[in-house]
């Protein structure tokens, strides 16, 4: 019986709630270069353009509600606990979409809009990290240590190390299905996350709207929409516990 998932996903899973992808035609990487608003050495050039960036998106939250594959996913957590199972979800979304869906916890290995860190490589900074709503600037001040200026999205850029590493390698390792949902497969560590699980001998499911990058490497696939299928594959694995 599959009682311990560990479940990944991406952009697609909140494409049907209106957040863009990354890497369809449409997605963010065609409207922006990623080295200018995603990476340390683009907020450093230009600070202002990166907070416009991120700001517009955390606006953009407000308008968007999650759709029926996060809700299926929080119904998963809540009913593999009642079962002695458990859910871990790791999520590369930056939005807040399973946790308006109802998921209790989420692992946010790339960051979260409504968070802000002090990190300053060239001020003083605290490494606090806050819950955080409105736009943020340049000339922003930290509510922990006062500093001004420090502040930046709490988000992972390009070429910095993504976030709970070690606990999703724990989580993985006592797996006993990893799904993945929603991801092109093409950002490491997280597309990895299938070849690590094969090694440990869990079986892999993917569930896209079409075969990602490494689709040769997953046991088993579900095509479709996202709040489609997922909905759907809940229901086929709470039928199956006891
Ligand atoms: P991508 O934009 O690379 O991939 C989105 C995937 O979702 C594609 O395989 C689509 O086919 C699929 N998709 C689109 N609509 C769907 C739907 N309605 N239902 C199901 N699947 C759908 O997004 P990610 O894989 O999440 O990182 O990108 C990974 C990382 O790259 C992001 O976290 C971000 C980005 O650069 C950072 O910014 C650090």
Same mark, same amino acid.
């Given at each position: 019986m599959t009682k311990r998932i560990i479940v990944l996903t991406g952009a697609g899973i909140s494409a049907e709630s209106g957040v863009s992808t990354f890497r369809d035609p449409d997605g963010v990487w065609a409207k922006y270069d990623y080295q200018q608003v995603a990476t340390p050495e683009g907020f450093a050039a230009n600070p202002t353009l990166v907070h416009e960036f991120y700001n517009a998106r955390r606006g953009s939250l407000d308008a968007v509600e999650p759709n029926p594959a996060h809700i299926a996913l929080a119904h998963l957590e809540k009913e593999l606990s009642a079962h002695g199972g458990h859910l871990t979800l790791v999520t590369q979304n930056v939005d807040d979409l399973h946790e308006r869906g109802g998921a209790k916890q989420v692992i946010h290995m790339h960051g979260e809009l409504k968070k802000v860190r002090c990190d300053a490589t060239s001020a /003083?900074? +605290?490494?606090?990290?806050?819950? $955080? @709503?409105?736009?943020? &600037? &340049?000339?922003?001040? +930290? /509510?922990? +240590? !006062?500093?001004? !200026?420090?502040?930046? /999205? @709490? %988000?992972? $850029?390009? !070429?910095?190390?993504?976030? @709970?590493?070690?606990? %999703?390698?724990?989580?993985l390792s006592k797996a006993d299905l990893f799904a993945s949902i929603g991801t092109s497969g093409s950002v490491y560590p997280a597309a990895g996350y299938v070849h690590a699980a094969r090694g440990l001998g869990i079986p892999c499911i993917e569930l896209n709207l079409e075969p990602s990058e490494?689709?040769?490497?997953?046991?088993?696939? @579900?095509? &479709?929409?996202?709040?489609? %299928?997922?909905?759907? $594959?809940v229901d086929e694995l709470l039928s199956e516990l006891d």
């Open positions: /003083p900074s +605290c490494g606090a990290v806050f819950d $955080w @709503h409105d736009d943020l &600037g &340049g000339d922003a001040q +930290c /509510p922990a +240590c !006062g500093a001004t !200026g420090s502040l930046r /999205p @709490h %988000i992972v $850029w390009f !070429g910095e190390m993504p976030m @709970h590493m070690d606990e %999703i390698e724990v989580a490494n689709a040769a490497a997953f046991n088993d696939a @579900h095509y &479709g929409k996202a709040g489609d %299928i997922v909905p759907l $594959w």
